[in-house]
Protein backbone atom coordinates (compact mmCIF):
# COMPACT_ATOMS: atom_id res chain seq x y z
CA UNK A 1 0.00 0.00 0.00
CA UNK A 2 1.09 3.73 -0.76
CA UNK A 3 1.73 5.71 2.56
CA UNK A 4 3.37 9.38 1.11
CA UNK A 5 1.23 11.46 -1.81
CA UNK A 6 2.89 13.31 -3.69
CA UNK A 7 1.26 17.01 -4.49
CA UNK A 8 0.81 17.82 -7.26
CA UNK A 9 0.87 14.36 -9.74
CA UNK A 10 2.57 16.55 -12.34
CA UNK A 11 4.04 20.06 -12.49
CA UNK A 12 5.64 21.88 -15.60
CA UNK A 13 7.73 24.74 -15.79
CA UNK A 14 10.31 27.04 -17.61
CA UNK A 15 13.96 26.43 -16.83
CA UNK A 16 15.07 28.64 -13.87
CA UNK A 17 12.42 28.38 -12.30
CA UNK A 18 11.61 26.54 -8.84
CA UNK A 19 9.88 23.67 -8.75
CA UNK A 20 7.90 22.99 -5.47
CA UNK A 21 6.49 19.07 -4.79
CA UNK A 22 4.87 18.07 -1.17
CA UNK A 23 4.38 14.92 0.31
CA UNK A 24 2.01 13.60 2.91
CA UNK A 25 2.35 10.80 4.85
CA UNK A 26 0.16 8.72 7.75
CA UNK A 27 2.54 6.77 10.24
CA UNK A 28 5.44 7.63 12.90
CA UNK A 29 9.12 7.68 10.44
CA UNK A 30 12.61 7.32 11.47
CA UNK A 31 13.30 9.46 8.11
CA UNK A 32 11.99 10.48 4.88
CA UNK A 33 14.25 10.27 1.35
CA UNK A 34 13.02 11.65 -1.86
CA UNK A 35 14.30 9.92 -4.96
CA UNK A 36 14.21 10.98 -8.60
CA UNK A 37 13.72 8.47 -11.26
CA UNK A 38 13.87 9.05 -15.45
CA UNK A 39 12.20 7.23 -17.80
CA UNK A 40 10.84 4.64 -15.65
CA UNK A 41 14.07 3.22 -14.62
CA UNK A 42 15.74 3.01 -11.68
CA UNK A 43 15.78 5.16 -8.56
CA UNK A 44 18.45 7.70 -7.68
CA UNK A 45 18.62 8.95 -3.96
CA UNK A 46 18.32 12.75 -3.56
CA UNK A 47 18.22 13.87 0.24
CA UNK A 48 17.10 11.68 3.43
CA UNK A 49 15.66 13.87 6.44
CA UNK A 50 15.56 12.54 10.04
CA UNK A 51 12.30 12.85 12.24
CA UNK A 52 14.11 14.83 14.04
CA UNK A 53 15.25 17.48 11.66
CA UNK A 54 13.26 20.58 10.20
CA UNK A 55 15.19 21.24 7.00
CA UNK A 56 18.25 19.92 4.59
CA UNK A 57 20.02 21.51 1.64
CA UNK A 58 21.86 19.59 -0.79
CA UNK A 59 23.20 21.53 -3.71
CA UNK A 60 19.74 22.73 -5.24
CA UNK A 61 17.85 21.26 -3.41
CA UNK A 62 15.48 22.27 -0.10
CA UNK A 63 13.97 19.87 1.78
CA UNK A 64 11.38 20.45 4.84
CA UNK A 65 9.68 18.04 7.15
CA UNK A 66 6.63 18.77 9.29
CA UNK A 67 6.49 15.57 11.77
CA UNK A 68 3.36 17.25 13.43
CA UNK A 69 1.49 17.44 10.30
CA UNK A 70 3.15 14.38 8.50
CA UNK A 71 4.38 16.35 5.24
CA UNK A 72 7.43 17.05 3.23
CA UNK A 73 8.54 19.49 0.94
CA UNK A 74 11.01 19.21 -1.71
CA UNK A 75 12.35 22.55 -3.56
CA UNK A 76 14.16 22.47 -6.49
CA UNK A 77 15.62 26.01 -7.27
CA UNK A 78 16.64 27.08 -11.15
CA UNK A 79 15.46 24.06 -12.38
CA UNK A 80 16.78 22.63 -15.83
CA UNK A 81 16.05 20.54 -18.67
CA UNK A 82 18.08 17.83 -17.19
CA UNK A 83 15.97 17.60 -13.76
CA UNK A 84 12.75 16.72 -16.38
CA UNK A 85 12.28 13.08 -14.43
CA UNK A 86 9.75 11.78 -11.43
CA UNK A 87 9.74 12.44 -8.21
CA UNK A 88 9.19 10.00 -5.29
CA UNK A 89 9.02 10.54 -1.66
CA UNK A 90 9.51 7.43 0.92
CA UNK A 91 8.92 6.79 4.13
CA UNK A 92 11.15 4.70 6.31
CA UNK A 93 8.66 3.18 9.03
CA UNK A 94 10.07 2.98 12.88
CA UNK A 95 10.94 -0.93 13.78
CA UNK A 96 13.25 -2.80 14.68
CA UNK A 97 16.55 -2.06 14.65
CA UNK A 98 17.84 -2.17 10.95
CA UNK A 99 14.74 -3.69 9.77
CA UNK A 100 14.08 -1.31 7.52
CA UNK A 101 11.54 -0.88 4.68
CA UNK A 102 10.47 2.24 2.40
CA UNK A 103 7.00 3.11 1.64
CA UNK A 104 6.35 5.35 -1.36
CA UNK A 105 4.25 7.92 -2.76
CA UNK A 106 3.43 8.02 -6.46
CA UNK A 107 5.46 10.47 -7.59
CA UNK A 108 5.20 13.98 -8.63
CA UNK A 109 6.40 14.10 -12.56
CA UNK A 110 8.14 17.49 -13.64
CA UNK A 111 8.86 18.92 -16.70
CA UNK A 112 11.21 21.50 -17.19
CA UNK A 113 10.83 23.44 -20.53
CA UNK A 114 14.42 24.76 -22.27
CA UNK B 1 33.08 0.48 -8.53
CA UNK B 2 30.07 -1.49 -10.64
CA UNK B 3 26.26 -0.42 -8.64
CA UNK B 4 23.53 -2.34 -8.60
CA UNK B 5 23.32 -4.84 -11.17
CA UNK B 6 19.96 -6.39 -12.90
CA UNK B 7 19.41 -9.49 -15.19
CA UNK B 8 17.49 -9.24 -17.69
CA UNK B 9 16.33 -6.08 -18.64
CA UNK B 10 13.30 -7.04 -20.28
CA UNK B 11 11.66 -10.74 -20.31
CA UNK B 12 8.47 -11.41 -21.79
CA UNK B 13 6.49 -14.31 -20.71
CA UNK B 14 2.84 -15.69 -20.59
CA UNK B 15 0.11 -16.43 -18.48
CA UNK B 16 1.13 -19.36 -15.78
CA UNK B 17 5.03 -19.45 -16.48
CA UNK B 18 7.25 -19.00 -14.06
CA UNK B 19 9.99 -16.35 -13.76
CA UNK B 20 13.77 -15.50 -12.09
CA UNK B 21 14.78 -12.08 -11.71
CA UNK B 22 18.57 -11.59 -10.45
CA UNK B 23 20.52 -9.00 -8.64
CA UNK B 24 23.75 -8.26 -7.63
CA UNK B 25 24.45 -5.62 -4.94
CA UNK B 26 26.91 -3.05 -5.33
CA UNK B 27 30.02 -3.77 -3.44
CA UNK B 28 30.31 -3.49 -0.10
CA UNK B 29 26.54 -3.83 0.41
CA UNK B 30 24.94 -7.10 2.06
CA UNK B 31 21.11 -5.97 2.03
CA UNK B 32 18.93 -6.59 -0.71
CA UNK B 33 15.47 -5.20 -1.16
CA UNK B 34 12.75 -6.02 -4.09
CA UNK B 35 10.08 -3.25 -5.20
CA UNK B 36 7.79 -3.46 -7.86
CA UNK B 37 6.28 -0.59 -10.04
CA UNK B 38 3.08 -0.62 -11.73
CA UNK B 39 3.37 2.18 -14.74
CA UNK B 40 2.44 5.34 -13.11
CA UNK B 41 2.78 4.19 -9.71
CA UNK B 42 5.70 4.10 -7.12
CA UNK B 43 7.61 1.37 -5.98
CA UNK B 44 5.75 -1.53 -3.90
CA UNK B 45 8.03 -3.13 -1.68
CA UNK B 46 8.20 -6.95 -2.21
CA UNK B 47 10.74 -8.49 0.65
CA UNK B 48 14.47 -7.89 1.64
CA UNK B 49 17.44 -9.75 2.27
CA UNK B 50 19.76 -10.34 4.76
CA UNK B 51 22.36 -12.82 5.66
CA UNK B 52 20.93 -15.08 2.98
CA UNK B 53 17.41 -14.82 5.06
CA UNK B 54 14.29 -13.09 4.20
CA UNK B 55 13.53 -10.29 6.74
CA UNK B 56 10.65 -8.42 6.16
CA UNK B 57 8.00 -8.88 3.44
CA UNK B 58 5.20 -6.75 2.30
CA UNK B 59 1.78 -7.81 0.59
CA UNK B 60 2.32 -9.77 -1.92
CA UNK B 61 1.44 -13.29 -2.37
CA UNK B 62 3.66 -16.86 -1.90
CA UNK B 63 4.03 -16.47 -5.50
CA UNK B 64 6.46 -14.12 -5.22
CA UNK B 65 9.79 -15.83 -3.16
CA UNK B 66 13.40 -14.63 -3.14
CA UNK B 67 16.29 -16.18 -2.16
CA UNK B 68 20.18 -14.42 -1.48
CA UNK B 69 23.20 -16.07 -1.86
CA UNK B 70 26.54 -16.08 0.49
CA UNK B 71 28.09 -13.32 -2.33
CA UNK B 72 25.16 -11.07 -1.10
CA UNK B 73 23.55 -11.40 -4.77
CA UNK B 74 19.46 -12.20 -5.00
CA UNK B 75 16.99 -13.65 -7.30
CA UNK B 76 13.13 -13.34 -6.96
CA UNK B 77 10.84 -16.00 -8.67
CA UNK B 78 7.34 -15.55 -9.59
CA UNK B 79 5.25 -18.96 -9.87
CA UNK B 80 1.84 -18.87 -12.02
CA UNK B 81 2.52 -15.25 -13.76
CA UNK B 82 -0.62 -13.31 -14.01
CA UNK B 83 -1.44 -10.64 -16.37
CA UNK B 84 -1.57 -8.22 -13.33
CA UNK B 85 2.14 -9.35 -12.44
CA UNK B 86 3.32 -7.09 -15.44
CA UNK B 87 5.42 -4.16 -14.23
CA UNK B 88 9.23 -3.12 -13.91
CA UNK B 89 10.99 -4.93 -11.04
CA UNK B 90 13.81 -2.78 -9.16
CA UNK B 91 16.20 -4.29 -6.88
CA UNK B 92 17.99 -2.46 -4.70
CA UNK B 93 20.28 -2.58 -1.60
CA UNK B 94 22.26 -1.37 0.62
CA UNK B 95 24.46 -1.65 3.98
CA UNK B 96 22.76 -3.49 6.97
CA UNK B 97 23.34 -0.59 9.11
CA UNK B 98 22.80 1.87 6.48
CA UNK B 99 19.82 3.85 5.38
CA UNK B 100 20.28 5.56 2.00
CA UNK B 101 19.30 2.81 -1.18
CA UNK B 102 21.10 2.12 -4.27
CA UNK B 103 19.04 0.70 -7.32
CA UNK B 104 19.26 -0.70 -9.97
CA UNK B 105 18.08 -0.36 -13.78
CA UNK B 106 14.99 -2.73 -13.35
CA UNK B 107 13.90 -5.63 -15.07
CA UNK B 108 10.81 -5.05 -17.15
CA UNK B 109 8.79 -7.75 -17.13
CA UNK B 110 5.47 -8.54 -19.71
CA UNK B 111 3.16 -11.08 -19.15
CA UNK B 112 0.87 -12.09 -21.97
Known amino acids: SQQGEEDPQALSIQEGENATMNCSYKTSINNLQWYRQNSGRGLVHLIL???NEREKHSGRLRVTLDTSKKSSSLLITASRAADTASYFC??????????????WGLGTSLAVNP | DAGVTQSPTHLIKTRGQQVTLRCSPK?????VSWYQQALGQGPQFIFQYYEEEERQRGNFPDRFSGHQFPNYSSELNVNALLLGDSALYLCASRGWTNEKLFFGSGTQLSVL
Open chain 1, 49 to 51: IRS
Open chain 1, 90 to 103: ATDERGAGNNRKLI
Open chain 2, 27 to 31: SGHDT
